[in-house]
């Protein structure tokens, strides 16, 4: 061995900052928010978290799908039939008939000619933008967009442009600036889940459109909820059949886990040769996507829980700002109700007082959230009641209160 071995350097280190907050906020005492348990599920809105008998106001379980008896059947025979797991990709051994079924039910719902599942959203995000945009192509995007579309950029090394949120002018000016004649991909969100803010897609589109771009947009948090059929943003904006590709997941409103991509695009199927993301992985679990595709089915003919759901939403904001709360937006927009903390410590108090009262949010912070924001985010589900929203709102009174943030 060389006698001039040099210290290892710990690639560690950069974690260090981190380590220190999060120390920091322990050291106060608080019970950590990020790691919570959920020890029993005893439905779409209710769960013993840290022993406590708690209403899940957290979760991205908008439709309530989860505890749905026909998903649930629809689960447990394909288990049964067709065994834990595929282990393999869907080009070779992973392509079952139910992966053929949810594909089928995701064209119907969408009224699309293609449907392409993937094993998570974060991986529909991550093979559907690397493959399309490469090299010597440009992505324009929100600079608030979910990391899974970031990370579908970096890996696809076209030129990234980011403007700023929800800004039409600003995006604008960066479609000017493209050199003429390069492939432009436009990457929007229906609903931007940090502040549950809805984007103007109709304007985004048509700007995009006169640039020549194709569009992407991610309807994540607005898939079986937002639109009159629960299409998303760009359907209830009238602007779905200018969209080139629809990136949705599993893992809201659909209460499994899995992502897709829908498009009308009339080469989309090489998509499954050429992806990585969905050529180099194994296919979603049998049961997993049986389920998928029964929810998918019933979210087709959920109105009246869409109904219910907005009433939700509504309720929970005004309620919320009638007790003085400072909130993401001012008008509700989707099923997520941002409320603003004053910093981190405060939000972390607020957060386990609700937790103590029975109620789970979920706490965000940066990098997740825009500005450095420090977030108490509440999800609403169609399942939970009209009298559920008014408990949850004596919790936040009571808790902002003792907390000294109203
Ligand atoms: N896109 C957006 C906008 C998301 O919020 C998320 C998940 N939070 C994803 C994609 C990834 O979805 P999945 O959980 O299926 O990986």
């Known amino acids: 061995m060389s006698e001039t071995m040099t210290a290892e350097r ?16 322990l050291a106060s005492g608080v019970e950590d928010p990020f790691s919570l348990v ?28 989860t505890f749905d008896p026909d998903v649930i059947a629809a689960g447990k025979d394909a288990l049964d039939r067709f065994g834990s797991g595929t282990t393999g990709s869907r ?32 991986q529909s995000n991550l093979g ?20 899974s579309i970031w990370d579908g950029c970096a890996m696809g090394k076209a030129e990234v442009v980011p403007f700023k949120h929800n800004d039409i ?27 549950g803010d809805v984007a103007p897609l109709k304007e985004m589109i048509a700007v995009a459109k006169k640039y020549g771009a194709m569009v992407l947009v991610d309807e994540a948090h607005s898939m079986g909820f937002i639109g009159e059929h629960g299409r998303g943003v760009a359907e209830d904006q009238g602007v779905l059949d200018q969209v080139d590709f629809v990136i949705g997941t599993f893992s809201k409103s659909v209460g499994t886990v899995g992502g897709f991509c829908v498009s009308n695009h009339p080469k989309f199927e090489i998509m499954r040769l050429v992806c990585r993301p969905y050529v180099f992985t194994a296919s979603l679990p049998p049961s997993v996507v049986a389920t998928a595709a029964t929810s998918i089915r019933k979210l087709m003919h959920a109105g009246n829980k869409r109904a219910h759901l907005w009433e939700n939403s509504r309720r929970l904001h005004a309620g919320l700002t009638d007790l003085g709360f400072s909130l993401g937006t001012s008008e509700p927009q989707s099923a997520i109700v941002a409320v603003i903390m004053p910093d981190l410590e405060k939000g972390a108090a607020m957060w386990e007082a609700l937790l103590h009262e029975g109620l789970y949010v979920n706490l965000a912070r940066p990098p997740a959230t825009p500005a ?3 977030l108490l985010r509440c ?20 808790a902002g209160k003792a907390v000294g943030i109203i």
């Not at 710990?10 to 906020?25: C, P, T």
């Not at 559907?128 to 990391?147: R, W």
């Not at 999800?379 to 009571?398: D, N, Q, Y």
């Open 10 to 25: 710990d690639l560690f280190a950069k974690f260090d900052d981190i380590i220190q907050i999060r120390e920091n906020l």
């Open 38 to 65: 959920m020890e029993k599920v005893l439905s779409p809105t209710r769960a013993i978290c840290n022993g406590r008998d708690t209403i899940l106001l957290g979760t991205y379980n908008y439709m309530g799908m």
């Open 91 to 122: 080009v070779l051994n992973g392509t079952y008939q139910g992966h053929r079924e949810v594909e089928d039910a995701l064209r119907e719902f969408y009224a699309m000619d293609h449907a392409m599942v993937f094993s998570t959203g974060y």
């Open 128 to 147: 559907i933008i690397s493959t399309i945009a490469g090299k010597g192509d440009y992505i324009v995007l929100d600079i608030d967009s979910h990391a």
């Open 169 to 195: 002018e600003a995006m604008e000016k960066r479609l000017k600036r493209i050199p003429e004649g390069a492939g432009i991909l436009v990457v929007l969100e229906g609903v931007y889940s940090m502040l």
């Open 372 to 374: 450095n924001m420090t």
């Open 379 to 398: 999800s609403l589900c169609a399942e939970h009641s009209s009298e559920e929203v008014e408990t949850i709102l004596g919790m936040f009174e009571r």
